[in-house]
């Protein structure tokens, strides 16, 4: 379970940023007290536009930024006090975080597998597995550099996972791929819920969302607007599709600048 209360985010932002984003306050609230649950067997979506501060919010639970303010649950373990104990129980993975090319695929796995102090037999298992489903087996001994973009995409979430982790984390997981490694990605997350296990995903793609989530929190400006399933979104709005409940939700909550 992943539970969070009140989590405020705050940049301080340099004047080049300041002059980039057009304002005269050396501040940027990303994420703004934000309280949301999610819990085992269960795909929950954090749905909303660039720079609503979904990435954010992943990256505090992930313990990769502290929290300016709030508290953030992972199975029980507070991020900023027992930030070790919350990494053995996630997998993460974004799209900014890249597996160093001049390695393989193979080593990159095995490394990932020993940090988090998988046992050999089950290394050996883990990989079997992931790599069988990705289709990566054929090229475990090739460099990172030498895949393609949904292979390496493939990849990375195979090392993510090596340990087996209750929680997944992903940020936008198919962003940039095609149709066919898209889908595999997305079934392979349904997998995982249907084992017990709770995945948490960003995403900007309303029919990725719609047809993947189980419950979607939607983020505007840092704020969590509304939360529910597909059809309470609906119902909340007066709408019959994601995209529609979506921009009702944009032009109800969105802050003007």
């Known amino acids: 379970m992943i539970e969070i209360r009140n989590l405020t985010k705050i940049y301080k932002l340099n004047r080049k940023q300041m002059r980039e984003s057009r304002t005269k306050n050396p501040l940027k609230t990303a994420v703004d007290d934000l309280t949301l649950t999610a819990r085992k067997g269960e795909i929950y979506g954090l749905l909303g536009p660039n720079g ?35 990494r053995t129980e996630i997998g993460f993975l974004t799209s900014e975080i890249k ?3 001049q390695f393989d695929v193979d080593y990159m796995f095995r ?12 290394l050996k298992q883990r990989r079997e597995e992931l790599f069988e489903y990705f289709g990566i ?4 001994h090739k460099q990172i550099k030498e895949l393609s973009t949904g292979m390496k995409q493939k990849a990375a979430i195979a090392v993510s996972l090596v ?11 198919t962003n ?6 898209a889908r595999s990605v997305t079934d392979y997350l349904r997998k995982l819920r249907d084992e017990g296990k709770l995945v948490l995903v960003s995403t900007h793609i309303m029919s990725e969302a719609e047809k993947l989530c189980d419950r979607i929190g939607i983020i505007i400006d840092g704020r969590k607007v509304a939360e529910g399933t597909v059809e309470q979104l609906y119902a909340q709005t007066g709408t019959g599709d994601l995209e529609d409940a979506f921009f009702e939700l944009y032009r109800m909550n969105r802050r003007e600048e």
């Open 111 to 122: 490394f990932f597998g020993r940090l988090h102090h998988v046992p050999a037999d089950v």
């Open 52 to 86: 609503a501060g979904k990435t954010t919010t992943l990256r505090c639970i992930a313990t990769i930024i502290k929290p300016t303010g709030g508290e953030i649950y992972v199975n029980g373990k507070e991020v900023r006090s027992q930030p070790e104990a919350v």
């Open 163 to 173: 340990h087996d982790p209750d929680i997944v984390i992903f940020d936008e997981p």
């Open 137 to 140: 087996r054929d090229f475990a």
């Open 99 to 101: 597996l160093d090319e």
């Open 176 to 181: 940039g791929l095609d149709i066919i490694t």
